[in-house]
T-cell receptor
Framework: GEDVEQSLFLSVREGDSSVINCTYT??????LYWYKQEPGAGLQLLTY?????DMKQDQRLTVLLNKKDKHLSLRIADTQTGDSAIYFC?????????FGAGTTVTVRA | AAGVIQSPRHLIKEKRETATLKCYPI?????VYWYQQGPGQDPQFLIS???????DKGSIPDRFSAQQFSDYHSELNMSSLELGDSALYFC????????????FGQGTRLTVV
């Protein structure tokens, strides 16, 4: 989407950490989200962060938010082959979500 | 736990035909959203309903209409289908609290031939 930007591709070796970056434009967004989409499947909510937080950790996932720069990142520790998917960053605005174009993460052995 | 249910999962229609997609939100969720995801694209917001009333409208063509019924399920009606309508259509539901997460259904894949 125009309001949310992400890099399109990321290749990572199995066991390494993946970092997916996202920038957004709406400073009034209250929540920011990361969704995962596997081929032919629906959107799975991975995690979200409230705009007054800087960091949120959930098992292998770490979300960092720099509200000043409107920059959001998702770090996946110990990346596994099952993590291969498209990852969408999304911001909420008036109860609807605006998605980035998605980052295709490919995990290589 | 119950999730958002969409039907059908797959649908094939010919050009100029009509299609109806159904969405059953998570129980007690009061808001339903429809998104369209074209091949290789990010999901685009179409329309949303809160307590059975249209609450927001995005890039929904005039050929499409939607409504939310008394049991909170929603239907997306698509008429005069075009090849470009081929996409994955997602429904999501949430509680109408600021920032409450939206849960997505598995989507309906519509193919127009």
């Amino acid at each position: 989407g125009e309001d949310v930007e992400q890099s399109l591709f990321l290749s990572v070796r199995e066991g390494d950490s993946s970092v997916i970056n996202c920038t957004y434009t709406d400073s009034s967004s209250t929540y920011l989200y990361w969704y995962k989409q596997e081929p032919g499947a629906g959107l799975q909510l991975l995690t979200y962060i409230f705009s007054n937080m800087d960091m949120k950790q959930d098992q292998r996932l770490t979300v960092l938010l720099n509200k000043k720069d409107k920059h959001l990142s998702l770090r996946i520790a110990d990346t596994q082959t099952g993590d291969s998917a498209i990852y969408f960053c999304a911001e909420s605005n008036d109860y609807k979500l605006s998605f980035g174009a998605g980052t295709t993460v490919t995990v290589r052995a | 736990a119950a999730g958002v249910i969409q039907s059908p999962r797959h649908l094939i229609k010919e050009k100029r035909e009509t299609a109806t997609l159904k969405c059953y939100p998570i129980p007690r969720h009061d808001t339903v959203y429809w998104y369209q995801q074209g091949p290789g694209q990010d999901p685009q917001f179409l329309i949303s309903f809160y307590e059975k009333m249209q609450s927001d409208k995005g890039s929904i063509p005039d050929r499409f209409s939607a409504q939310q019924f008394s049991d909170y399920h929603s239907e997306l009606n698509m008429s005069s289908l075009e090849l470009g309508d081929s996409a994955l259509y997602f429904c999501a539901s949430s509680l109408r609290l600021e920032g409450t997460e939206a849960f997505f259904g598995q989507g309906t894949r519509l193919t127009v031939v």
